[in-house]
């Protein structure tokens, strides 16, 4: 029997392995190992993929999100519509600097719906975040229109879609600012935890650099109350080596996304292309009103799936004191399953994903 995992974070590929093992040689023999030059090239380059011009590596998507809303100022008081629909991280950024996260609806898309975002609207309302779920841009347009109405700051929660675009904009360049996790577990991956902070604003640059590390300026006066969130030279250097190769990264998964588009569609809801959208599969999310019984034979069968993420943030134990408005999520949640594929699907596991899936409809 062939088995799928969900993911398989060892490096198996002889020759990127002799290049990660290289970079790491490379600092150790340098000795800056403290926002040492890697990290300024990884940065820099980052910048230039996404399009922006400021790029500050930190320690995690985490404290992306968390340093960006420092930075911005939203703290007590203030209030963030988001989606119900994320890893906890999107909120507890949020909930950390002392603002509450207010939970509007998704679309069927999975996404936030801008539909939902107007009648959540308070004068404590500071900031929209919107999450590219799965590694696809939210309706962006619509959510910008909000927010420029309104007055409002939009952060990107980019970690799912790194290099994802809508209508020729990528992911991170919409709004005030685009935050990213490189965790082991994203498309674009670290070797453990790395994040990253984009904007084109040279002054909440500089905030941010200071904020992520202890709120330091010059390395001797302390203007803001922070934490150290570097992101790790050894880290970097191992990134801009995956960044080499993160195109072919990316044509991997869209292979195996495309083949599940093509058995899967008269099956389950697969995920919606749009024309002039550049998705990247981060996870391929299906729908199905017999997910759980799905998830069940898809296991007797060796493969891997994953539901993410239940509970939706706002049913978490520890978001219960605040508002939420999310039915279309509440449905959502119980009908989706993701399905693996990660670049090292091969062609006959993805087959074996296909035949175990059909057989459990009787196709
Ligand atoms: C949408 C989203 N936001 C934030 C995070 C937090 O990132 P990290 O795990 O790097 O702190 C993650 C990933 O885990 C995520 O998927």
């Not at 922006?52 to 998507?61: D, T």
């Not at 309302?125 to 799965?134: E, F, L, Q």
């Not at 495309?258 to 550049?278: K, M, N, Q, W």
């Amino acid at each position: 029997m062939i088995t799928v995992p969900f993911l398989d974070l060892r490096v198996t590929d002889d020759e990127e392995r002799a290049e990660l093992i290289a970079a790491v040689e490379a600092v150790l023999r340098h000795g800056r190992i403290m926002l040492g030059p890697e990290v300024a090239e990884i940065e820099r380059r980052v910048a230039d993929y996404i399009g922006l011009k400021y790029a500050a590596g930190v320690g995690s998507g985490t404290d992306a999100l968390l340093l960006a809303f420092r930075a911005l100022g939203i703290g007590p008081g203030d209030e963030v519509i988001t989606t119900p629909l994320s890893f906890i991280a999107t909120a507890n950024a949020i909930r950390l600097n002392g603002a509450m996260p207010v939970f509007a609806d998704i679309d069927d898309d999975l996404q936030l719906d801008p539909a939902t975002i107007e009648s959540l609207i308070t004068p404590k309302t500071r900031a929209i975040v919107p999450v590219h779920w799965s590694g696809k841009v939210c309706r962006m347009e619509e959510i910008m229109a909000i927010a420029d109405l309104r007055g409002l700051l939009v952060v990107e929660d980019c970690s799912q879609a790194f290099g994802a675009s809508r209508h020729g904009h990528k992911a991170g360049t919409w709004g005030k600012v685009g935050c990213y996790s490189m965790n082991s577990m994203k498309a674009f991956a670290s070797l453990g935890e790395a994040g990253m902070i984009l904007t084109d604003d040279p002054e909440l640059r500089a905030k941010i650099e200071a904020l992520r590390y202890n709120g330091l300026i010059n390395r001797e006066f302390c203007h803001y109350v922070s934490h150290n969130g570097r992101l790790d030279t050894v880290q970097a250097a191992m990134m801009l080596k995956r960044l080499d190769r993160y195109e072919r990264v990316l044509a991997a998964r869209e292979e195996t996304a495309r083949f599940y588009d093509a058995h899967l569609s008269d099956v389950v809801r697969v995920p919606r292309r749009e024309a002039g959208c550049r998705d990247v599969a981060y996870t391929y999310q299906i729908q199905t009103d017999r997910r759980d019984e799905l998830q069940s034979h898809l296991t007797a069968q060796g493969i891997e799936t994953k539901v993410q993420h239940n509970p939706l943030m706002p049913h978490q134990p520890a978001y219960q004191d605040c508002r939420s408005a999310c039915p279309n999520a509440d449905r959502l949640i119980k009908r989706t399953l993701c399905l693996p594929v990660s670049e090292k699907v091969t062609s006959a596991q993805r087959e074996a994903v296909v035949a175990a899936l059909r057989g459990f409809f009787g196709r």
